[in-house]
């Protein structure tokens, strides 16, 4: 594609204004298999060529490590990106192999002197509860982080894979401009009460995993047979077994249009969830994730994409038709306690 850089979009009524879309860059350092690192520093670079500005990670990914291994690019190019990462995955002492989810307002500020030193800045553009805690009050977790802002170690406030009642009780507390949920073609539960909430908040909606963590692409059937033993997606149901043979059959839709626009599948994926911005009228910023400069190219195209009536009304079906959750666990998901 040629350099002209993607259109922009603010994060809700009160954050900063961004690409229309994000990079996720948990792959580069944690989750999907082996990653190179040369080749994800050259996504990075050429991500924000294209002029994708909103960068997204965790202090979960790879235990901190993704932080360290983007911080230089952040030092590098300060004023020009969004950093946004998260906390709420904690690492009990006795068993690393584990998470637990705390957003006790200790934690909280634990998390974010960690973040901070990994990162290498002086505040975070955007930081979100990755997860929610039910037993701690989510005006008592917001409230921390508010402070945070006070304090300058935070600029902007976001929340991930929370109800609507959640959201509407943090918004009480203070302004959150981003809201981050899983939102794809294969996942579209947030649609009943959490993008109408956010719609009514003035809240951005960032979908992560717009691709179906790869899935939408074609770049993989089964997980048990196509992936590495250590990827992640290996965990979750909808894309092993006889889930993943009934999900696969699901993409002939998003070819049939594909072929139509001559483009790839995932552009097209990517192309349905950014319009969801006029469907839904909020702004939708995904944060399709991709370690290699080419995939980021394509993905920054699809912007550029725009799906007939006709085509939307053949897409519509998909997300009901897939067999299996996203998660093994639902319970940690805005659907899992809606």
């Known amino acids: 594609m040629t350099d002209s850089t993607i259109p922009t979009a603010q994060l809700g009524d009160t954050g900063p204004t961004v690409g229309v879309q994000g990079l996720g860059c948990m792959g580069m350092s944690f989750a999907y298999g082996p990653a190179d690192a040369k080749a994800s520093r050259a996504t990075l670079e050429r991500a924000l060529e294209l002029g994708i500005t909103l960068y997204d990670t965790a202090d979960a990914y790879g235990q901190g490590e993704n932080e360290k291994f983007l911080s230089p690019f952040f030092k590098a190019h300060r004023d020009e990106v969004v950093i946004a990462t998260k906390f709420a995955l904690a690492i009990p002492p006795d068993d690393p192999t584990r998470r637990i989810i705390r957003n006790d307002p200790p934690y909280i500020r634990q998390a974010v002197e960690a973040s901070l030193k990994r990162l290498d800045v002086d505040a975070i553009d955007l930081y979100y509860m990755h997860r929610r805690d039910v037993n701690v009050p989510i005006e008592e977790s917001v409230g921390t982080m508010a402070e945070l802002v006070r304090e300058g170690k935070v600029k902007h406030l976001g929340l991930s894979e929370v109800t609507a009642a959640e959201l509407r009780a943090a918004q009480a507390v203070h302004p959150i401009a981003a809201l981050q949920s899983e939102w794809s073609l294969f996942s579209r539960d947030i649609e009943a009460q959490v993008v109408p909430a956010a719609r009514e908040l003035g809240v951005a909606l960032v979908p992560y995993s717009p691709l179906g963590r790869g899935f939408l692409t074609g770049s993989f059937s089964n997980a048990d047979k ?76 699809a912007t550029g994409i725009e799906l007939t009536k006709e085509e939307l009304e053949l897409l519509e079906p998909i997300a009901g038709q897939v067999a299996g959750d ?13």
């Open 226 to 301: 196509d992936l590495t033993a250590d990827d992640f997606r290996r965990q979750q149901p909808r894309f092993t077994g006889d889930n993943a043979a009934a999900n696969a059959a699901l993409l002939e839709p998003v070819r049939t249009v594909a072929e139509a626009h001559g483009v790839s599948l995932g552009q097209i994926a990517l192309a349905w969830v950014q319009q969801q911005t006029t469907v839904h009228d909020l702004p939708v910023i995904p944060i399709p994730g991709t370690r290699k400069p080419s995939r980021v190219e394509e993905n920054a195209a």
């Open 326 to 338: 996203r998660y093994a666990d639902m319970r940690f998901t805005s659907a899992g306690r809606e």
